[in-house]
């Protein structure tokens, strides 16, 4: 075992963040690319961009449980969450390089429906991100104790992560989309494959206050998601769809039930929560109040392009587009509207990044004044406000750079405080289990981002997008609200000094 790894010093918490920050990297990399690719390369809309979309939450719910239950009980290869880390990066290298060739691949297979060809690509893409970040995540709190150590685990998580994720959006405003591709398949291979050789797991993970065993099947599963059963329903509806379009006229009456079902048991949680005090019931309310803001960031990721060609890129000239001096500096070629539209995507989202990198350090310091709990809440009322901002006063660039620097600091917290204080709510024997589960609260909300592109497809008002993301985040704080503070908290959550 490395000595850092003995004193869990600075450099361990952050040699034990680089496989996710692999995963970091590749889902900006995903953000940045493959609207862009699909919509201007492909010519595809905004509804059948976010069904290609669909193949990431598929993916997770597949991918997190399975492998989160399978990491937690096998042990191969000197590890239990190190197998997993090490496919996973492989994987995604290999769906990176086929990304940029969706036409040839449509060629040499004979398949003509270039959306069936992208959805399977992403589907690899997504399922490789998916093994690759529960094991990821969850080695993180296998080897750090409850409390300070850990949290510092996760912040430094998503300070090197957030800070991966600028570099991405960099690098595709300065070589464009398809190039950034071809460097995301080199750096996600090196960064999730290396630094995991390095890392000893622990064999055993049994807790140390004997907690009862759980015993924990498919039925389990299913019972154990019961807040996110609109987010499922309206899910599957979504694939169905898109296949038999006699289904339309139902869509908004299923999106409206699916929220309507949402909200209601999470009222049902909290007033629970307020008679008799679990762990279990505090899991639940996390678990949806994180789905809420999921089904925002989600959209974002995915239409915000759609947003810019049509509310901000009319009102500008290209040659005064800040996003575009970059590219024109460091290449010395003219920018076309096309390039524009993801150079002022990629630069907004790398304000975000930027914002989520280095923000978790000052959550930290407001976390020992207010708790983990509040800091979180106050985080995501910033994201609410850049939300609404953007939506309502997003006519230039600037206006949309902004709204990001806003939600960024929500994001710093989504990435980062959000699994400490749910990891203290589960069993540890069962943590990747139980991250898997909890990322359901992840990839079922993101399944909503196609009920959110239809109803924009069919008003024409790209001004709902981040109507409704604002909306959506205010419903997550409102929950939050609700959530008790775990105990271990204490004002111990600063990074601890290196070797102490």
């Known amino acids: 075992m490395l000595k850092i790894q003995k004193k869990l010093s600075n450099p361990f918490l952050a040699l034990l963040a680089l496989p996710a920050t692999a995963v970091g990297f590749a889902l900006s990399t995903q953000i940045a690319a493959l609207s862009w690719i699909l919509s201007k390369k492909y010519g595809l809309d905004i509804h059948e961009v976010a069904f290609v979309w669909l193949a990431g939450p598929i993916a997770g ?17 000197g590890g239990r969450r190190r197998p997993f880390i090490m496919i996973g990066g492989l994987v995604s290298t290999l769906a990176f390089l086929a990304l940029p060739f969706i036409q040839q691949i449509s060629n040499i297979t004979g398949i003509t429906d270039i959306i069936i060809i992208a959805s399977i690509i992403a589907l690899f893409l997504d399922l490789s991100v998916n093994v690759t970040f529960n094991p990821a995540r969850s080695i993180i709190a296998d080897l750090t104790p409850e409390g300070k150590i850990r949290t510092s685990g996760f912040v430094w998580m998503q300070i090197i992560s957030g ?22 398949s080199v750096l996600v291979f090196a960064t999730a494959v290396f630094p995991i050789l390095f890392i000893e797991e622990k064999k055993d993970l049994k807790s140390e206050n004997a907690q009862k065993e759980e015993k924990f099947g498919v039925w389990e599963i299913v019972k ?100 575009n001096w970059f590219a024109q500096k460091l290449t010395g070629l003219a920018q076309t509207s096309d390039a524009s539209i993801g150079n002022i995507v990629s630069l907004g989202f ?41 939506a309502f006063l997003g006519t230039v660039e600037y206006d949309f750079y902004f709204g990001m620097f806003l ?85 111990n959550v600063s990074i601890p000094k290196g070797g102490h």
């Not at 597949?62 to 096998?74: H, K, R, T």
């Not at 994720?165 to 071809?182: C, I, K, P, Q, R």
């Not at 000052?362 to 994201?383: D, E, H, M, P, W």
């Not at 929500?410 to 980062?416: E, K, L, R």
């Open 61 to 77: 719910i597949f991918g997190q449980v399975i492998v989160g239950l399978l990491s937690d009980n096998v042990w191969f290869m």
């Open 163 to 184: 800070f991966f994720g600028v570099l991405a959006y960099f690098l595709s405003m300065v070589f464009g989309n398809e190039t950034l591709l071809f460097i995301a």
């Open 224 to 323: 154990e998601i019961f807040p996110l059963y609109g987010f499922l329903v309206f899910g599957v509806f979504s694939v169905i769809n898109h296949f038999v379009a006699a289904l339309s006229p139902f869509h908004n009456p299923i999106l409206i039930a699916a929220l309507a079902y949402s909200v209601i048991i999470g009222i049902i949680s909290i007033l629970k929560g307020l008679k008799t005090k679990s762990n279990k019931n505090e899991f639940h309310k996390i678990m949806l109040a994180h789905s809420f803001t999921w089904v925002a960031f989600q959209s974002m990721f995915i239409m915000s392009g759609f947003f810019i060609e049509k509310q901000i890129l009319p009102n500008m000239e290209i040659s005064n587009i800040t996003a």
């Open 350 to 390: 790398l304000i975000l990044n930027f914002v989520g990198a280095i923000f978790p350090l000052v959550l930290q310091a407001v976390a020992r004044k207010i708790g983990r709990v509040k800091t979180y809440i106050s985080a995501l009322c910033f994201s609410v406000i850049g939300y609404f901002y953007i």
């Open 407 to 491: 939600a960024g600091i929500g994001w710093s917290a989504v990435i980062s405080i959000v699994f400490a204080i749910m990891s203290e709510r589960v069993n540890p024997a069962k943590m990747g289990l139980y991250m898997g589960v909890f990322n359901l609260a992840v990839v079922l909300p993101q399944m909503m981002s196609n009920g959110v592109a239809n109803v924009i497809n069919q008003t024409g008002n790209y001004q709902l997008l981040y109507i409704l993301c604002g909306l959506f985040v205010a419903t997550s704080v409102v929950f939050w609200i609700f959530v008790r503070e775990p105990e271990s908290s204490n004002a």
